[in-house]
């Protein structure tokens, strides 16, 4: 996988994390498209470890391991930050 390829999959995970997120989160383009790179590092990461493909492969699991991945930094994010809660 190329750089421009990452960054363009960090950006619309990043995008999608937020979106999916409840609560309002203070990012610019590029915080959004760090997250959605280490969401994306994070959610490759899972995914090599219960499959059979590398890291650099870009599959459609991939890609939902990246927003998926996203989310769970952007939640912890909020933890560490201490935001508010929120209710579901």
Not at 72 to 88: E, N, P
Request: charged letters at 10%; zero cysteines.
């Amino acid at each position: 996988m190329g750089i421009l390829t990452f960054i363009v999959i960090g950006v619309l995970a990043g995008l999608i994390a937020r979106a999916v997120v409840p609560g309002r989160q203070q990012m610019g383009l590029l915080q959004t498209t760090l997250l959605g790179m280490t969401g994306s590092l994070l959610g490759g990461l899972i995914s090599a470890l219960f499959t059979h493909r590398r890291i650099t492969d870009i599959t459609s699991t991939g890609i939902i391991m990246s927003v998926v991945g996203a989310v769970a930094v952007l939640l912890l994010l909020g933890l560490a930050r201490g935001g508010r809660r929120v209710h579901v």
